[in-house]
């Protein structure tokens, strides 16, 4: 089992929609949860860090953190062209170690 | 505020050569990340620096890669020799702190070609 799961994608979604980005990890213990987009040929920009259960909003972005299920996801409303990148998840595990998911595609189509 | 600063942006070498990355950070910031990102995965951490001192190095092959931070400033990382399965970009990041809520900026990353 990774240490961090995230589908693949590509996830595609009409522009307007709400995008939805999940991430579940293995270690029960992780105390810090963070989103990042990065584009194409570009570095991670960080988005939303959560480290609480329940939701976070920013913007268009709210975060939502369940530990008692290992999950953690992305919503992103009024989905644009423009947030077409891959997104990654990032845990700070209980060892104090950063650990990211192989990230998930999304495609956002007019 | 000047971001993260990195070179080269670009090396194609052969396998067996030697190759040095560079990486100036926020000014100000105590800690420094070198991190691998192979095509289609997510960065790996390889080494953590909290000013001059190593705090995480567990997953740095450390028979062919080395780091160093002089001064607590700006850092290397080396390859040699180089195989084919270091192709990857190598991204340097910094936090103000090592707290687990400090944000990481990436700097530009150094895209490594490996033949």
């Known amino acids: 089992q990774k240490e961090v799961e995230q589908n693949s994608g590509p996830l595609s979604v009409p522009e307007g929609a709400i995008a939805s980005l999940n991430c579940t990890y293995s270690d029960r213990g992780s105390q810090s949860f963070f989103w990042y987009r990065q584009y194409s040929g570009k570095s991670p920009e960080l988005i939303m860090s959560?480290?609480?259960?329940g939701d976070k909003e920013d913007g268009r972005f709210t975060a939502q953190l369940n530990k008692a299920s290992q999950y953690v996801s992305l919503l992103i409303r009024d989905s644009q062209p423009s947030d077409s990148a891959t997104y990654l998840c990032a845990v700070y595990s209980s060892a104090s170690k950063i650990i990211f998911g192989s990230g998930t595609r999304l495609s956002i189509r007019p | 505020e000047a971001g993260v600063a990195q070179s080269p942006r670009y090396k194609i070498i052969e396998k067996r050569q030697s190759v040095a990355f560079w990486c100036n950070p926020i000014s100000g910031h105590a800690t420094l990340y070198w991190y691998q990102q192979i095509l289609g995965q997510g960065p790996k951490l390889l080494i953590q620096f909290q000013n001059n001192g190593v705090v995480d190095d567990s997953q740095l092959p450390k028979d062919r890669f080395s780091a160093e931070r002089l001064k607590g400033v700006d850092s290397t990382l080396k390859i040699q020799p180089a195989k084919l399965e270091d192709s990857a970009v190598y991204l340097c990041?910094?936090?103000?702190?090592?707290?687990?809520?400090?944000?990481?900026?990436f700097g530009p990353g150094t895209r490594l070609l490996v033949l």
């Open positions: 959560i480290y609480s259960n």
């Open positions: 990041a910094s936090s103000l702190g090592h707290e687990l809520q400090e944000t990481q900026y």
